[in-house]
C-alpha cells in the first residue's frame, strides 16, 4: 500500500452541510475501495489563485491516506464527474524522505484537528460608544436651538 494525499476544491456556493456531504463522499470511497484514512485537514474557504467556472472562491480539503494503486483511479474518476468538485490533485509518496514528510503532516493535521475551536466572544458596547449617539444629538440639537433663536431676533 502506498501514501496518498489528495486535495480537492468544493464549490464555495455550497451550504455548510453540502460541503461535508462532499467531504464525507471522499472519506467513503476511500473506506469502499480498501483504503486507510490517516487524516482530513479542512483548510477551509480560500481565495483561488485563477478564477474556475467564474467562481473567485473555494472551500479547500486535503485528505491523507493510503491505499492500493487503484483506489486513486477509481477516487479520481468519481471526483472528475462530480459537479461540485472545482479541482483536485493527488501526490503519492514514495521514498524515505517523502514519507517522514508524510507522516509529519498527518501528524500536524491530526493536531490541527483535535484542537478545540475557540468560539468568537460577543464584545461588550464601550463606554465611548454608547455616549457617542447622545453627543451627536446634543450637537445636532444646538444648530436647530440657535436657528430658532436667530429666527425670533429678526
Same mark, same amino acid.
Given at each position: 500500500?502506498?501514501?496518498? /494525499?489528495?486535495?480537492?476544491?468544493?464549490?464555495?456556493?455550497?451550504?455548510?452541510?453540502?460541503? /461535508?456531504?462532499?467531504?464525507? #463522499?471522499?472519506?467513503?470511497?476511500?473506506?469502499?475501495?480498501?483504503?486507510?484514512?490517516?487524516?482530513?485537514?479542512?483548510?477551509?474557504?480560500? #481565495?483561488?489563485?485563477?478564477?474556475?467556472?467564474?467562481?473567485?472562491?473555494?472551500?479547500?480539503?486535503?485528505?491523507?491516506?493510503? &491505499?492500493?494503486?487503484?483506489?486513486?483511479?477509481?477516487? /479520481? #474518476?468519481?471526483?472528475?464527474?462530480?459537479?461540485?468538485?472545482? #479541482?483536485?490533485?493527488?501526490?503519492?509518496?514514495?521514498?524515505?524522505?517523502?514519507?517522514?514528510?508524510?507522516?509529519?503532516?498527518?501528524?500536524?493535521?491530526?493536531?490541527? &484537528?483535535?484542537?478545540?475551536?475557540?468560539?468568537?466572544?460577543? /464584545?461588550?458596547?464601550?463606554?465611548?460608544?454608547?455616549?457617542?449617539?447622545?453627543?451627536?444629538?446634543?450637537?445636532?440639537? &444646538?444648530?436647530? &436651538?440657535?436657528?430658532?433663536?436667530?429666527?425670533?431676533?429678526?
Amino acid at each position: 500500500m502506498n501514501c496518498y /494525499e489528495t486535495l480537492f476544491v468544493v464549490k464555495p456556493t455550497l451550504t455548510g452541510e453540502e460541503i /461535508e456531504a462532499q467531504i464525507a #463522499r471522499v472519506k467513503e470511497i476511500i473506506a469502499e475501495e480498501g483504503g486507510d484514512l490517516k487524516a482530513t485537514d479542512d483548510m477551509g474557504m480560500r #481565495r483561488l489563485a485563477y478564477p474556475i467556472e467564474k467562481q473567485e472562491r473555494g472551500y479547500y480539503t486535503v485528505v491523507y491516506y493510503t &491505499a492500493p494503486s487503484e483506489l486513486v483511479g477509481e477516487l /479520481e #474518476r468519481q471526483l472528475r464527474y462530480n459537479e461540485e468538485i472545482l #479541482r483536485f490533485m493527488t501526490v503519492k509518496y514514495t521514498n524515505k524522505k517523502e514519507l517522514s514528510v508524510f507522516e509529519k503532516m498527518v501528524e500536524a493535521a491530526n493536531k490541527k &484537528a483535535s484542537a478545540p475551536k475557540e468560539e468568537p466572544k460577543a /464584545e461588550e458596547p464601550k463606554a465611548e460608544e454608547t455616549s457617542a449617539p447622545e453627543a451627536s444629538e446634543a450637537q445636532s440639537e &444646538a444648530p436647530a &436651538a440657535e436657528a430658532a433663536a436667530e429666527s425670533t431676533e429678526a
